[in-house]
């Protein structure tokens, strides 16, 4: 060992870093000012929720309660409630389980509310994994016990108890248990109850009440700790299980304000603050924000009075600063109630123009990126040596896609904080802007605290905090600016600019020449290739008071103070250009209209390939040292000509930590594809450390998400590949990317943040592409759009699309068509739109009911296990800049089950089996007549094709339809040239479509032309059906003698009318009421029959008046059972028709095979007639006999066949063996109808596990539909009375316990 090396370790652990707050100022803002710490200030946490069992989120600084309510927003925990009455303190619960209620509980108003929940729709996943791995683990045991005893028998009915067995266990699915709830009103407020363990016995349970009333937590889970809290709306009528849908946003909370009073580092930023938790994650949606979720964590913001609101959620937006919801946060919860909204920035970096929505392009909103700092990482990243801080390189970075700066300002995006309970860790290290915006929240908490002590009576609006920490950041590595939170600095410039009422104006900019842009952004070639001219228009924006509403305002004072505000404003800008190639005027009058002024940008000298940044700051002329009251950011994006190699070559490029280089490419118009070469030169010392790499490349696209152009791949370097004399050996990383002609893209590469040692690194480019120009029956899809795709109409039968490669030369020409998809457009079938009744779904602008367009679809399947998408363009695939408040749609199938919920935007869905479901959506929005144009809007299915479609393609014309036509000049495909065209003909008439394709369906695919051009998109619309090819009948003059004596002669119009009158007759019989005419009606008939076909219809309609529930109910259901006078008549009726159709049934399995003569095919048409009524009369004589085979008629299956006498006949069991024996022959013994029938018999004998095996059979393949629902429910009961009769109480006890979930009472809520 080393005698100068110190190998003692440090005597405390570096804990500050934990929750890093010393780089903020923050810490010793509390320090100076302890009073301050938060206190009196409420955050509303807009994230899965906080977990009501957190450490650290108990009590504030001061022994408040931490978390003031707990609000589930989604509606996801909503639980529809049902009036039922009490007998001897009892109820029958929503699942059908009676309730036992707790005596103490009070209730003077007698009424009673039940309803129930599925328990894996209140957890989050890792909840639900844990719940169904030890629920698994105590039924194997169970179902290995049945497993083992079916096992240890012998013969026949031994292997059928152990296949049915088997079969049951892997037809196996835990699908968790059913919370009961009981709600009632204990004469001050509603209270519940919930059954969390399903014994219905809640005589020792606690009634909860709403948690901001009373305090109230329970346990969902007692071994998962798992809590919740509850509230009640709508008089009662709703119940609300709020639970976590995640961890996060417990994380989240303790950043904000955690508290632990036995450690202070552990503490989070404002430990005085309170909390608000509105859960807008969705557990039907995986924790993903919905739109119903915002808009009433919106209201529950102004409800509660939080003066902070952080929300480390986002998505990407294909419009900035645009929506339904974003729009009134901006206006209501920012600019009327006074509430600073704080959201991430978004982890998509570290390529520009990557930030989420809200956070990063919504205006009024504070975008908070991620820093890192040297007390990070050291209490968090185990990093044996430390590198400069700076931004985090994931995070995602501005300008904004309409210009405006992105990110606000940068906090600590890391901590090591309170985490769930239920997650089993007390404390836990997330990173990303998530943690970034509760640290900025924490700070705005502690300037809000700090505020309402030293200036109690003056107002703080969101704007004068964001100036505050905005204008006294520390400058770090941002390209546009934005620094790092400094806590004690802002508070400060607070104090400073407290009496100037200026400070809570903010300013909307708008650059007037592009669509209305908040900054000027330059980043085409186009763009920068001359010198540009813009008007920028600025106006103030003035908050407005929550109680100066029109409604609000009686004496019209309110009103009076707002408009004297804004008639005195006035600000005389001077106006600051920071770079040489801009010019602006010097100066600008501006008033409470606002005003506009020129700038002029000259890029042309700008070097190209580099990201260019400025800003015009505009100062008040009165107080300059105040800073810049506003800002135009100006951003240049000037691209590299590729030229015509279509290639570039950015050389070797060197990095350290966290370093980052960005080029920007002018994409070639023509292009479809880049291939982007990265090769590690071997220089790197042996001793140099590995490192990761980020490869972001990025396209903006007009109105589209940035991630729809976009890859970001990870390379390792220097990972296992050092050689034996030192150095490493060379690596290469190859990124491809489908790519817009004509839009700049963005090649970023980034040595990751916590990557030590220099490397270096090589990156090429080229770029491919073939594109669609034109073609006879093909369309060029999205025409206009940058995007190219082909549209084939079926119709043509040969379809001609002409091919270009516009950029390059191109090799290997080899056109390869697939399409492995069918869209069906499917109209609503039910439409309604109304307004919403509950307290919580009123808009906020105007507190008037929101409305809801209710869809329902009808969707059916053809195949098991059944892929589809599920589509509405007009509304989906959209959250933040959607024009409605929400959409939301759910799969249910034929028993009433909820299957999947889709919540914003939709994904592939699984159909497990065939058969009908409903698709029930709903829009919401505040204006009833903009959804009136959606109430017969088309949903698009979009089914994966079990096998792709091939279309056939050929470079020429005759090529399609025959090989014997020589074209020795015909092109091959092997090269074409630079601006070179070429066609390609699609055989969509050899093309083998799928069966269930109907006309106006559209196959959709890809079209792959050669291996470097990315693929193109491809529909083929299905054609018109084919009509049916129809005999031509031959002139009589042809016509063979044999075929003339064939032909049957035509019958009179008496004949026919006499044979339409004993059709209805016959229908009739089943339809009669009264016994008397139908007994009368049946000897008419038979009396005027004249054959044995004709005597077999009467018999047979008589059969099924008798035995109306043949195909769908058990022999011994009521009212399906036959009674004993009813039986003995079914069984002579049956005897009857079995004599006369026995002998004809026998005719149609000698033409099983072959029909030929048209005299044969109406003999085998009469015969299968003859041997559907045999069957039939055969079924029904097994469910007569098996009735009258019982020692006790009336009970239930329960009975043993007796073998006595029937009036002289043979035994009636053994004429039920008989008959089992016949059915068995001819019919088919696994149909549901034979298997009712038979399985009394097989009770009977004992042959339980032979009955129940086709029963598990057909119950796993059975399509769920509305038509074979009675059958499927019979079926149910069978195999139920199977297993009781085997005692394998353990898959009893499973069906019992899911059929509330499986077969619920009415559709869920959505």
């Not at 632990?260 to 994650?281: E, K, M, N, R, Y």
């Not at 920068?528 to 908050?543: D, G, I, N, Q, T």
């Not at 195949?863 to 695939?877: M, N």
């Not at 006790?1192 to 008959?1219: I, N």
Request: charged content about 25%; overall charge negative.
């Amino acid at each position: 060992m080393d005698a100068g090396l110190d190998t003692t370790p440090r005597t405390e652990y570096p804990a500050a870093g934990l929750q890093p707050r010393a780089d903020t100022q923050a810490a010793e803002f509390v320090r100076k000012y302890p009073e301050y710490d938060g206190r009196g200030v409420v955050v509303a946490v807009l994230d899965t929720g906080i977990d009501a069992g957190a450490k650290g989120l108990q009590t504030t600084s001061t022994g408040q309660r931490k978390v003031v309510d707990y609000v589930d927003c989604t509606g996801a925990g909503d639980v529809g409630l049902q009036d039922v009455e009490a007998t001897d303190n009892t109820v029958r619960g929503a699942s059908g389980r009676t309730l036992r209620l707790n005596a103490a509980w009070t209730n003077p108003t007698g009424v009673w509310r039940v309803g129930s929940k599925r328990l894996y729709d209140l957890v989050p996943a890792d909840v639900r994994a844990r719940m169904v791995a030890e629920r698994d683990g105590r039924f194997s045991k169970r179902a290995a016990a049945v497993r083992d005893a079916a096992r240890a028998g012998s013969g026949e009915e031994s292997e059928a108890r152990a296949a049915a067995a088997a079969a049951l266990e892997a037809a196996y699915v835990d699908g968790g248990s059913v919370v009961d709830c009981v709600v009632f009103h204990d004469g001050s407020q509603w209270r519940a109850a919930l059954d969390t363990d399903g014994s219905g016995d809640l005589t020792q349970a606690e009634a909860l009440g709403a948690y901001k009333r009373t305090g109230d937590v329970g346990l969902l889970s007692r071994r998962q700790l798992f809590y919740y809290t509850l509230n009640f709306y709508d008089e009662g009528r709703t119940l609300s299980i709020v639970t976590c849908a995640g961890s996060h946003g417990t994380h989240v909370a303790g950043i904000v304000a955690a508290w632990h009073a036995d450690d202070a580092a552990a503490c989070g930023v404002a430990p005085g603050a309170q909390l608000v938790s509105l859960t807008i994650g969705d557990h039907r949606a995986g924790s993903m924000e919905t739109g119903t979720g915002l808009a009433r964590a919106a209201a529950a913001i102004v409800e509660h009075g939080a003066r902070v609101a952080n929300m480390s959620y986002g998505e990407p937006s294909a419009t900035p600063n645009a929506g339904q919801w974003v729009q009134a946060v901006a206006q209501e919860v920012v600019r009327r109630h006074g509430c600073a909204f704080v959201a991430s920035a978004g982890n998509e970096g570290p390529a520009l123009t990557t930030l989420g929505a809200p956070g990063g392009t919504t205006s009024g909103i504070i975008s908070v990126g991620a820093y890192v700092g040297l007390e990070q990482m050291a209490a968090e990243y185990g990093m044996y040596a430390r590198v400069r801080d700076g931004v985090f390189t994931w995070s995602s970075r501005g300008p904004t896609a309409d210009g405006a700066r992105g990110v606000d300002v940068y906090a600590p995006g890391s901590a090591v904080t309170s985490f769930p309970a239920y997650t089993r860790e007390r404390r836990h290290l997330s990173n990303g802007t998530s943690m970034s915006a509760p640290s900025l929240s924490g700070v705005l908490a502690l300037l809000a605290s700090a505020w309402l002590r030293e200036l109690p009576d003056a107002r703080l609006t969101p704007h004068r905090l964001r100036a505050a920490v905005t204008r006294t950041a520390k400058p770090i590595s941002d390209a546009h600016g934005a620094g790092l939170v400094q806590t004690d600095a802002a508070w400060q410039f607070l104090k400073a600019q407290a009496a100037r009422a200026a400070e809570d104006v903010a300013y909307s900019v708008r650059v007037d020449d592009t669509r209305g842009m908040r900054g000027i952004y330059l980043r085409n070639a186009e763009d920068s290739a001359r010198v540009r001219f813009f008007k920028v228009a600025v106006a103030p924006v003035f908050p407005t008071a929550a109680d100066a509403r029109l409604e609000d305002d009686a004496d019209g004072s309110r009103g009076q103070q707002e408009s004297q505000a804004q008639f005195d404003f006035e600000q005389r800008v001077l106006l600051v250009a920071r770079a040489p190639w801009l010019a602006v005027p010097e100066s600008l009058y501006v008033g409470s209209a606002g005003a506009p002024f020129s700038v002029r940008v000259d890029a042309t000298q700008l070097e190209p390939g580099r990201l260019h940044t400025a800003s015009i700051d505009a100062y008040d002329s009165r107080n300059v040292d105040r800073g810049p009251i506003f800002s135009v950011p100006v951003t240049v994006t000037k691209p590299l000509d590729v030229g015509a190699a279509a290639a570039a070559d950015l050389g070797t490029l060197s990095f350290g930590p966290a370093d980052i280089v960005r080029r920007f490419i002018a994409v070639p118009r023509g292009a479809t594809s880049v291939e982007i070469v990265v090769r590690t030169p071997n220089t790197l010392p042996q001793d140099a450390a590995p490192a990761l790499f980020y490869v972001h490349c990025v396209q903006l696209v007009p109105d589209t998400r940035f991630k729809r152009h976009h890859v970001r791949q990870r390379i390792d370097l220097g990972h296992k590949s050092y050689g034996a004399e030192g150095g490493a050996s060379e690596q290469k990383h190859v990124v491809t990317l489908a790519v817009v002609g004509g839009a700049t893209l963005e090649v970023c590469l980034a040595q990751f943040w916590s990557q030590l040692d220099r490397h270096d690194l090589h990156v090429r480019m080229s770029f491919a592409g073939l594109v669609p120009v034109a073609g006879a029956g093909a369309e060029l899809a999205d025409a206009g759009a940058l995007e190219p795709g082909l549209v084939l109409h079926a119709a043509h039968a040969v379809v001609r699309a002409d091919f270009a490669a516009p950029m390059r030369a191109e090799h290997g020409i080899k056109p390869a068509a697939t399409l492995n998809a069918l869209r069906r457009a499917l109209r609503p079938h039910t439409s309604r739109v109304a307004p919403l009744q509950g307290e919580r779904d009123t808009c906020l602008a105007t507190g008037q009911a929101m409305y809801a367009l209710d869809l329902e679809y009808r969707l059916d399947t053809w195949a098991d296990s059944t892929e589809v998408r599920l589509r509405l363009p007009a509304v989906d695939t959209q959250i933040y800049e959607a024009w409605a408040e929400d959409f939301a749609l759910s799969v249910f199938d034929a028993n009433k089950r909820r299957l999947a919920t889709q919540i914003g935007y939709t994904d592939k869905i699984t159909l497990r089996l065939r058969g009908d479901y409903l698709v029930r959506v709903r829009i919401r929005h505040r204006r009833a007549k903009d959804l009136d144009a959606l109430k017969d809007v088309p949903l698009l299915a979009e089914f994966k094709l079990p096998t792709p479609v091939t279309v056939a393609t050929k470079f020429d014309l005759a090529s399609v339809f025959t090989t014997t036509v020589a074209n020795p000049g015909a092109y091959r495909g092997e090269f074409v040239p630079r601006g070179g065209r070429f066609a390609v003909f699609f055989d969509v008439l050899g093309a083998k479509l799928p069966t269930d394709a109907k006309p106006g369906d559209v196959l959709c695919g890809s079209l792959s032309l050669n291996g470097r051009s990315s693929n193109l998109a491809l529909e083929l619309v299905v054609p018109p059906a084919k009509i049916e090819q129809l005999k031509t009948e031959q002139p009589k003059a042809e016509q063979t003698k044999a075929e003339q004596s064939e032909k049957a002669p035509s019958k009179s119009d008496v004949d026919q009318l006499e044979e339409a009158l004993r059709k209805v007759r016959l229908d009739h019989i089943a339809k009669a009421t009264d016994a008397a005419v139908r007994t009368r009606l049946i000897d008419e008939l038979l009396a005027s029959s004249s054959t044995d076909e004709q005597r077999a219809e009467v018999l047979h309609a008589q059969l099924n008046a008798l035995d109306p529930a043949r195909e769908s109910a058990l022999p011994w259901a009521d009212p399906a059972r036959l009674g004993e006078p009813a039986a003995r008549t079914a069984v002579a009726v049956a005897d009857q028709l079995i004599a006369l159709t026995r002998a004809p049934a026998l005719t149609a399995r000698l033409f099983e095979k072959s029909a030929q003569s048209a005299a044969e095919k109406e003999q085998k048409k009469h015969a299968d007639g003859a041997r559907t009524q045999l069957i039939a009369a055969l079924t029904t004589k097994c469910r007569a006999l098996s009735q009258l085979a019982r020692d006790d008629a009336t009970s239930e299956e329960s009975a043993e066949l007796v073998d006595h006498d029937d009036e002289g006949l043979e035994p009636v069991a053994s004429r039920y063996e008989q008959a089992a024996q016949e059915l068995r022959q001819w019919g088919d013994a696994a149909a549901p109808a034979a298997l009712m029938a038979l399985v009394p018999l097989q009770i009977a004998q004992k042959q339980y596990g032979r009955a129940l095996q086709p029963v598990l059979a057909w119950l796993g393949k059975a399509p769920l539909t509305a038509a074979n629902a009675a059958q499927r429910a019979a079926m149910a009961d069978l195999r139920d009375v199977l297993l009781e009769k085997l005692e394998w109480t353990a898959w009893s006890d499973y069906f019992r316990e899911m059929a509330p979930i499986t077969h619920p009472a009415d559709y869920e809520m959505l």
